[in-house]
């Protein structure tokens, strides 16, 4: 093979670092592949993207078709975001027998079984490293570097724009609206946060991280998912009170039968590995049967990181195409993950630890009717704080909980909610915690 | 290619660890490979060993050799340790056309060049990811993940050993001679602990993460090293007064030209990620240029991390084989790196920041002579704390300083070691602080 060419769709941020580390750094990779690894084309609708990107005005295009009919690429590197057109593209460039290298983690989470399955018949390959924590190799390592284990845990702050804003209220007690416009105005949350706040872009990396973890399909609708919006900076205060730090965790657990599957903020002691993750770094902490406890953390979007992970996925495909072997690895690292499911364990059943606030009005016994209810669920209290007075009567009293069943949970503060004494909506957080789990014992 | 077939040379723990695997997991190696992985011969001496392994008698010999002369073994794993035995076994391995795998970080140190060469004149693998943190798929990251990238900086905690020793010294203000007894009765340090205490394990590693990161032949005698014999609880107290915490770190920093390769007592900010990593864990902490800051870390050794390491190398290289490819990637990533030759910067020329502590009579000037023999040499104090009286008259004066270079340090202290109100030697350690660096500026 005399050189290996390249086609870009999409020269937005990330394009435009990759086409740079193409351009500025080919003498390393021809050293690294022994052929030229060649841009080829660039496609972009917007005449000032490509201006501004400093390449040369023949390599654009504004027209992706276009790349998909040029016979001389061989791989093609998808950047535009969204699920409709990008999956179009996706499955129109396997068909024609070109390797893809993808970001986009919602196509993958939502179309990702379909386009693996495309590819698989194509002959051809699909990587993906971008589209999870960025720069960091997680997707390198789950599909080979702990190829040898079962996956027992792993716990994910798979969001930079949420980790942001949940450092910067706990940094300096701001509210969560402040935190959110601070987020906006750095460039780290888009005009409209949802996908992100509502942790739906965190769902989406756990069902692809939980593929390769547990070599099973792609099944981002058996993911629980709650966001960070609103949360009240008065939470971080308690949980920091009881040795915690609150992040918006992606969680999956392995039980052997089951998976555990779930996003929601969450707290984790402050000790742990995963607390002094802060601003807008991710992080994936894991444990695998050898392994045991890993942890990879690093930037987690930005453009020279992800066209890092790009780059890596690309000189990975060009080194096979370089030797004449096409999918030495199937993408998820088994071709059995194509076919297998694993049953997710729903969210009602999840056993694990809480945190409450619940906003009581200063009478003696409130805490006796509130601790009644839980008793009934079989809920036991491990810590409980009772603050003073505050407005309306009403004073906070906070509670950490042994394990519990979340249906337990969700029918006694329904029940608490009811009493009288008791200002709803409780609030309830998750906790991760493995010396609470022990102390149980 | 109907199974692919490995010996294992040493059934000591890792070697355990590996035929457990392979034999327990053999379906789900099957499922990924879709050959059969099959342990096919094991040598070890001890017949104790043999029997303790639980393993088949039948699969063991007492000979190495016989694992060479079998013509049906693909890959021979290399878990012996020592370097003289074991770099014959691994030069015989590869001149009969056997992959080999190894965990041996001082035989890659050492004669890693040589054995790389050997290696591609025979057409054949040479795999060591467990050679270097155990189980934590550094050299994966390095070969593949941040191939795109020029790494600027590595920090790395790759003893467990040391970090063990200095973990319990800091946490109950230990002695060193107390800490290191009590990690030889864990089992985390030998009887002659040398090899890790003096730093010389760590500047293995750091020799073969180097040759990965920089693109250049293996060049352990390029490092320096000190370790952490004989360390002084009360300079752990000291640095964590100025917000430091101590680590055996190996460093290494790629500012164009030169590079830097140095193992020694480090003080590190105690909010670094490194900080935080305690006990037998590992850690490496670098910077791409592309990817920006990143930390893995996770166990440094064991049984089972180390086997998952050793694994996901069978497993790679078995791959390679059942598709009928070898040498898919060079072991250093790049063909370039057998032959490219890295300068590196003398210890002398490094320019960083330090910690001194003086033992000085309490007379009133030893300040002004200590600190007039610094500013002679260009070393200007950044902090100084003196404190309360001590036995023999003397009191411990101690200093961080702006960035100086070590010729100047190393004169400096030797003359202020030379003055009548200074009781020598006095103790120095370097500081790793980016804050320290930029308020310099």
């Known amino acids: 093979m005399a050189a290996i060419h390249v086609g870009v769709i999409g020269c937005g941020t990330v394009g435009q670092g990759v086409a ?101 018949q194509a002959g051809v390959e699909v990587a993906f490293e971008a589209s999870v924590c960025g720069g960091i190799p997680i997707i390198l390592a789950l599909r080979q570097g702990l190829a040898a284990n079962r996956l027992q845990e792993l716990l994910g702050i798979l969001n930079g724009t949420t980790n942001y804003i949940l450092s910067r209220m706990a940094e300096d007690n701001l509210p969560y609206d402040t935190a959110l416009a601070e987020a906006q105005a750095q460039g780290y949350a888009e005009a409209d946060p949802s996908l992100d706040v509502d942790g739906v872009d965190a769902a989406h990396k756990l069902a692809i991280l939980m ?36 992040k918006l965790l992606a969680i999956s657990r392995n039980d052997g039968d089951r998976l555990e599957a779930r996003v929601h903020p969450t707290l984790i002691p402050r000790d742990h590995l995963l607390a002094g993750v802060s601003g807008a770094m991710n992080a994936v902490h894991l444990i695998g049967d050898a392994v045991g406890p890993l942890l990879l953390s690093g930037a987690g979007a930005g453009q020279l990181p992800t066209a890092s992970a790009v780059l890596s996925d690309i000189l990975d495909v060009a080194r096979n195409l370089s030797l004449g072997i096409r999918r030495r690895l199937p993408p998820l690292g088994s071709e059995a ?105």
């Open 211 to 246: 593929a390769l973890a547990y070599e099973t399909r792609i099944d981002f609708e058996a993911v629980s998912v709650s966001g960070i919006r609103g949360l009240d900076p008065l939470d971080l205060q308690f949980a920091r009170e009881f040795g915690y730090a609150v």
């Open 337 to 441: 993950a194509l076919t297998r499911r694993r049953p997710v364990k729903p969210l009602a059943e999840v056993v694990t630890n809480y945190y409450f606030r619940f906003a009581a009005l200063d009478r003696p016994g409130v805490l006796s009717q509130i601790s009644g209810v839980l008793a009934k669920y079989q809920i036991s209290i491990a810590a409980v704080i009772q603050k003073g007075r505050e407005v309306k009567g009403a004073v906070p009293i906070v509670m950490i909980t042994h394990e519990a069943r979340e249906a337990d949970v969700q029918q006694a503060l329904a029940e608490i909610d009811r009493l009288p004494v008791v200002s709803p909506p409780t609030v309830m957080y998750r906790i991760e915690d493995p010396h609470l789990h022990s102390a149980r014992i």
């Open 20 to 120: 740079r580390l193409l351009v500025e750094r080919a003498e390393a990779f021809r050293r690294r592949l022994g052929v030229p690894l060649v841009l080829g084309r660039v496609a972009e609708v917007e005449a000032a993207r490509a201006a501004a990107s400093g390449l040369a005005p023949s390599l654009f295009t504004p027209r992706a078709q276009d790349l998909l009919d040029d016979p001389d690429l061989d791989i093609v590197v998808e950047l535009i975001g969204g699920t409709e057109t990008a999956r179009e593209l996706v499955l129109a460039a396997l068909a024609r027998g070109k390797h893809v290298v993808t970001a986009n983690k919602a196509l993958l989470a939502l179309h990702g079984n379909e386009i693996f399955e495309a590819a698989a």
